[in-house]
């Protein structure tokens, strides 16, 4: 009986593990990466985060098998300069849809293993504070892309 | 544009380091590289700047003492811009008071070189439309080149002379700009060094070609009966060509494309504008036969002219601002947008003249004559206006190089350079250290703030603070107020007025925080008397 109870509770908690994980309130859409010329050069990923859910929660990490190193960057204007900045957190509160885009917000993925080819995806993981993991499929675009189709 | 430098700014060294090094993302040739204590003088009299690849490094006195420098530079990258910015460190312990004061001093100076600079374009700008544009005209639409009556060959001369002076001054003000020579340094501006930084720029060398040119054109139109006359034709089209070889304009996209396109816009504009001052003192004249077969002959080569001229003007106003928007948010577009603007309303003056009193001086009006002169008057005062608003666009920069810039920075500060970036370990993959943490949150709005805590560790913290608006443009506000708090540990919000040091970036250089553990952050911006935004997040501290 007792046995029984506590393989309920097992696959109880499982299935609340995997539900939590698939009705996760963070949404990314649009994932995408200018092609790059050559392994060991810098590539830089956009998408869409959006938190459909009604608490506030944050992204802290990012990472990708093929590049060694990989960072939130901002680029902020200061007079007439126009500076990158590293950026440890970006608050996804509840209702916001934040798009990474050429010239703000975006993803740098540093000394790259492979060079990025067009129309390959690349796997990129985004670390949140209370989602979790979550993996994402990026799409390379070409050398001169400017947005996602 | 400076991608790092060190030390790096408002950092706080214990000891004095041998050098300072400003790393830029192209070749550029070093101007003025200076440290200032905080009193103004500089400590480095002695030293020259020394310029490797995109480096610059300027050796530091070993017997520096406690306080606050500044390091300030100017250099100029290869589309002739002059770059300057100022680098504030502290050695030991930063000095009270009075940095921002100096900062807004050391910048001053670099503005009025701006002001004289956009003024001697502006010179050069009527130099180039009256005498070789006017060259032109009396080349192709009045074909008396070579019988020119003595008053309009005088003016011809007299407007070349203009413009050969403000070449000649363009080149002393681009050195004095890159040396921040102050303007009532009387040896300085004399110095030879001076003269050769300005005509070693990408400016100066178009300068220098614009200077042989209407020198040229000047023997030319001075012996306008004699051989050398056949020398105004080509000395005009070369003093035109002279600014396709520098500026933004050029730099837009690639070189192919820009340089004859810009070409083409220089010429045909200065033949038409060119064309204006004969036109309206044959009409005031000569006003019925004359007049009348030079409005004809002129008006038959100016309208596919004009069409080319809007199409080569569209081209670079496109490679330049990159879309459409940026006309009206940025401060080149809304200069750009008001010379379209004047173009728009003198082109309606053109359509004028060319359907309406045309015909009518043709018919013999009485008041033909009389509205063409006023008409073509207005034109003249239209095109002041036009150049006026062309030679301010060079001094601040187009949306485009700003977002190029910008990539190309990002680009550079990762290509795995850690070497003189304090690294940070990641799971393996070393990343530019932040000087703390910093964390972007949007308001309801889609305003966004990138907010930064240095140290981000218990005690006094440095925040600096860059608002943007939802087309991540910097968001201008009327005051911004912070509120910190640490509820949890019963901190009630201390609130604190800030600041803005430029459009959309406010400091507060020591925030009170003297708790580890999740603080609250609260801004309230007022951007209007009728808009305020709220933004609110957390920033853990050590």
Redesign the interface.
Known sequence: MQKRFLLTLLAGLLWAATASAADSAIKIDKAWARATMQPGATGVVYLILSNSGPAADRLVGVSSPVAAGAGLHIMVMEGTVMQMRPVDALDVKPGDSIQLKPGGLHIMLTNLKQALKQGEHIPLTLDFEKAGRIEVEVIVLPLGASGYP | ??LESVPGDNAVLSAVPAEVLLRFDEPVTPGRVEVLNSRGESVTADERPVSKDNEVHLALPKALSQGTYLLTYRVTSLDSHPVG?TIVFSIGKPSQGGIAALEAKVSERGSIWGLLATAARLLLFISLVGAAGGTLFHTLVAHDLWRLDDPTRHRLVALTLLGLVAAILGIGIEGAALKGTRLANIDGLLSASLWRMGERTSLGFSLTVAAVALLLLLLALARTRGKLSLLALPAAFAALASLALTGHAVTAGPLWLTVPVLAIHVLVAAFWLGSLWPLWQAVAERPSEGALALLRRFSAIAMPAVLLLIAAGATLACLQLGRLGELFTT?YGLRLASKIAFVLVLLLFAALNRFWLTPALAARHGQAAHRLRISIGLEIVLAMAILAATSSLGE??PPRA??L???A???N????KGDSMAGMD?????????PG??????A?GGQGA?I?LSPAVAGTNSITI?L?DAA???LAAQKVTIELSQPAAGVEPMEHELTAE????CRWANAPMPLAGNWKIQLLVLVSDFEEIRFE?LAPLR
């Open positions: 544009m400076l910015g401060d601040v920069p700003l977002i810039e910008a990539e920075q990002a680009a500060a990762h290509a795995g990641m799971g393996g993959a070393t990343m530019p250290a932040s943490f910093s964390v972007v949150t949007f309801a990138e930064e860059h943007f991540e443009k910097p430029s459009p959309g970036l997040t």
